[in-house]
Nanobody, 124 residues
Framework: QVQLVESGGGLVQAGGSLRLSCAVS????????IGWFRQAPGKEREFVAG????????YYADSVKGRFTISRDNAKNTVALLMNSLKPEDTAVYYC?????????????????WGQGTQVTVSS
């Protein structure tokens, strides 16, 4: 059984930083892409960042490019999302997800296992 557990969310002022972490178990972690998505109240889940199986390719939504950095540690089965220069519009529940392949892209359909999410709130 695949399990993903996110941590690191919280309340931060605009301009601040947070580091989210996702621990994955029950799956050959090093062979698949991992993605971060977010969902704000009343909105659809949207792609934030993704990283290929090897960590050699990272891709970001335009809204977070230059502010967020995704990384992975295949030895520890973890993926991190460092979020800098946070804005109130970054407020959402953040989810990590296991991709269906070594590179999964930005579509929700490219991912087949999801964590429970961690709340990020950015105050103005």
């Amino acid at each position: 059984q695949v399990q993903l557990v996110e941590s690191g969310g919280g309340l931060v002022q605009a301009g601040g930083s947070l580091r989210l972490s996702c621990a994955v178990s029950g799956r050959t972690f090093s062979s698949v892409a991992i993605g971060w998505f977010r969902q704000a109240p009343g909105k659809e889940r949207e792609f934030v960042a993704g990283i290929s199986w090897s960590g050699g390719s990272m891709y970001y939504a335009d809204s977070v490019k230059g502010r967020f950095t995704i990384s992975r540690d295949n030895a520890k089965n973890t993926v991190a999302l460092l979020m800098n220069s946070l804005k109130p519009e970054d407020t959402a529940v953040y989810y990590c997800a296991v991709g269906r392949a070594a590179v999964a892209g930005s579509r929700v359909s490219g991912y087949d296992y999801w964590g429970q999410g961690t709340q990020v709130t950015v105050s103005s």
